[in-house]
């Protein structure tokens, strides 16, 4: 038999769900070795990257349909359910290129 490993950390990534009408939430595993360590930074970079992947053509695309992008990111440590980074955006946040407009 394998074992199971949790994470030391996971990070919860809020979303609109434009079908249900509610505002939902997505938590994964979160990685020190490939994210760095848990700050407001990495937890914005890391929402960033899953928008990104959100777009036309990323790996995430057919997740799209009927969801906003990922706007609220927590860190939160597993074991005692802390939160040890958050990044809350402003309340109007302009991304993409914005010289296209």
């Known amino acids: 038999?394998?074992?199971?490993?949790?994470?030391?950390?996971?990070?919860?990534?809020?979303?609109?769900?434009?079908?249900?009408?509610?505002?939902?939430?997505?938590?994964?595993?979160y990685?020190?070795?490939e994210h760095g360590k848990p700050n407001t930074n990495n937890a914005k970079k890391f929402r960033d990257e899953?928008?990104?992947?959100?777009?036309?053509?990323?790996?995430?695309?057919h997740l799209r349909i009927g969801q906003s992008d990922y706007s609220k990111a927590t860190i939160i440590e597993q074991s005692t359910s802390n939160v040890v980074a958050e990044f809350n955006p402003p309340m109007f946040e302009v991304?993409?290129?914005?010289?296209?407009l």
């Open 95 to 100: 991304r993409g290129n914005i010289e296209a």
């Open 50 to 61: 899953m928008n990104e992947s959100l777009n036309l053509g990323g790996t995430n695309e």
């Open 31 to 33: 990685s020190v070795k």
């Open 1 to 29: 038999m394998g074992r199971t490993l949790t994470p030391k950390y996971r990070i919860e990534l809020t979303y609109v769900d434009y079908l249900n009408k509610r505002r939902s939430v997505q938590s994964f595993a």
